[in-house]
């Protein structure tokens, strides 16, 4: 079975960073794309960024731009959000997920479990 296991949430002030990562088992991980959501409470779960199935193509929604990035870890089946400068606004549940083609074109086919963030002073 497929598990999307995902770490480092937590919380922290306005302007900080945290790291978020998603470690898979149970598929080939270089042949999917992954990306990361959220969802703040009474909220849709909104996309923020993808990563293509080998890595070389990232795409972001505008307003995280410039402040978060994300990346594919080959070795460790891993993807990471690196996130700075940190909003209350980014408060939400962050969640992992699996493509089931590319990243832009294509559905999620498997979610994790969700990790929190809270930016708060």
């Known amino acids: 079975a497929v598990q999307l296991v995902e770490s480092g949430g937590g919380s922290v002030q306005p302007g900080g960073s945290l790291r978020l990562s998603c470690t898979a088992s149970?598929?080939?991980?270089?042949?999917?794309?992954m990306g990361w959501f959220r969802q703040a409470p009474g909220k849709e779960r909104e996309w923020i960024a993808c990563?293509?199935?080998?890595?070389?193509?990232?795409d972001y929604e505008d307003f995280v731009k410039g402040r978060f990035t994300i990346s594919k870890d080959k070795a460790k089946k891993t993807v990471t959000l690196q996130m700075n400068s940190l909003k209350a606004e980014d408060t939400a549940m962050y969640y992992c997920?699996?493509?089931?083609?590319?990243?832009?074109?294509?559905?999620?086919?498997?979610w994790g479990q969700g990790t929190q963030v809270t930016v708060s002073a």
């Open positions: 997920a699996v493509y089931g083609g590319s990243c832009l074109v294509s559905k999620v086919i498997y």
């Open positions: 149970g598929l080939t991980f270089d042949d999917y794309a």
């Open positions: 990563v293509s199935q080998g890595g070389g193509f990232t």
